[in-house]
């Protein structure tokens, strides 16, 4: 039985793993708690020589610090996986952008470092920090007073920087923002992996937003695009993910998708897409944590497209006013609540700039319509009380 490192795991990777019964196949051994919730505490070096003692055949982790942790693992013990330089060309924005540009120019939006003055390309602008989660300190743009700088240095990227500069970043590259042209269109995750340099996609999920808001409401699989253009975006994947040097572990590119024109790059992730596992395991009956399991013990993954029955759907419950936690839902199967009682929704949880999020659940359905009429009857009957 093979060992499999999986560090500082969510839940939903604990949930996943024992729901697809990955446990009688691989022997999991989860190393270290959720870096969301230890921000400041976290000390990278002794947590490394913590997992050199424990035995491996494979490492994953499934968010940006952990997944960065996991491919420095795999180079101290020679196991598989993305090596941490490839890592870092997903995660630090500058570094990625450049690389795609090398070889997706018509896929990859104008960009520059913010630096107070407006860029080479005209308004609307969108502004991201060069490293960051969700989309914490990310925003539209409209002209130069909109061009906010870098402010104080987040905990968030202090816990970045310490991890990064184990794999060769200067610290210093982790604060700072990127200004980007603005791009409208569809919103899509296109996730796979790289196995020995053949990119290979499992699906692509289409990203819908609450109405009137920048805030994600729910996650549609599989997409609505046409096949072309799914096409189009399977073969950007498989130019940038060679030349960001990725192989050996699971991606997703974020693309927004305009109605004329080349598809646009909005990001890519060296991880695997966790809230997306349900979905594509209802769809097409395929886990792809065990795929993401055999990949980081070498194994090709062999993911093979089957028929797709019917559409799966990742709902984000939110709301745009904050409020005290008075009570929330009991636990069910299948719902990540992401509140708890006697807080502010301001003081707990990681949310983007306009929203907070209560809870995630998924559904299934045999259509698009009944998938997201389930999803509105779900949100009905949770009884959050807030104040």
Not at 17 to 35: H, P, Q, S
Not at 86 to 94: D, G, I, R, V, Y
């Amino acid at each position: 039985m093979r060992d499999v490192l999986v560090l500082c795991p969510q839940q939903r990777d604990i949930r996943a793993v024992r729901a697809a019964g990955l446990d009688r196949e691989f022997r999991i051994r989860f190393v270290g708690d959720d870096l969301d919730a230890k921000d400041d505490a976290f000390e990278p070096t002794a947590f490394l020589a913590e997992c050199d003692v424990v035995p491996a055949d494979g490492v994953i982790g499934t968010k940006d610090r952990s997944a960065l942790l996991a491919s420095l693992v795999a180079e101290r013990r020679g196991l598989p996986g993305p090596t941490a330089k490839a890592m870092l060309a997903c995660q630090h924005k500058p570094t990625s952008r450049r690389l795609q540009q090398e070889v997706a120019h018509a896929a990859t939006p104008q960009y520059a470092i913010l630096n107070g003055f407006a860029p080479p390309f005209a308004a609307p602008w969108f502004v991201k920090p060069v490293v960051g989660r969700l989309s914490q300190g990310a925003h539209r743009a409209e002209d130069v007073s909109d061009l906010s700088g870098p402010g104080a240095i987040d905990r968030y990227r202090t816990s970045y920087a310490r991890i990064a500069a184990l794999a060769g970043l200067d610290p210093e590259l982790v604060n700072g923002f990127l200004i980007e042209e603005f791009v409208a269109g569809d919103e899509v995750t296109l996730e796979g992996y790289v196995h020995e340099g053949r990119v290979t996609t499992i699906g692509i999920t289409d990203s819908v937003k609450y109405e009137g808001t920048n805030s994600f409401e729910r996650f549609e699989y599989p997409s609505g695009l046409p096949a072309s253009r799914q096409a189009e975006l399977a073969g950007l994947a498989e130019r940038v993910l060679p030349a960001l040097g990725f192989d050996g572990g699971f991606f997703n590119v974020e693309f927004v998708v305009p109605a004329t024109g080349p598809a646009q790059i909005v990001e890519v992730n060296g991880r695997i897409a966790s809230q997306f596992a349900p979905l594509v395991e209802a769809v097409e009956g395929q886990s792809t944590y065990e795929a993401l399991l055999r990949l980081a013990t070498g194994e090709d993954p062999g993911w093979q497209h089957g028929q797709e029955n019917g559409v799966a759907i990742s709902y984000c419950l939110r709301v745009f006013e904050d409020a005290y936690v008075r009570d929330v839902p009991e636990a069910q199967d299948g719902l990540e609540v992401l509140v708890r009682p006697g807080l502010r929704l301001s003081d707990q949880g990681l949310n983007d700039p306009h929203s907070f999020r209560l809870a995630i659940f998924s559904e299934w359905a045999p259509t698009r319509e009944e998938a997201v009429a389930r999803c509105r009857e779900r949100v009905r009957e949770l009884r959050f009380e807030l104040r």
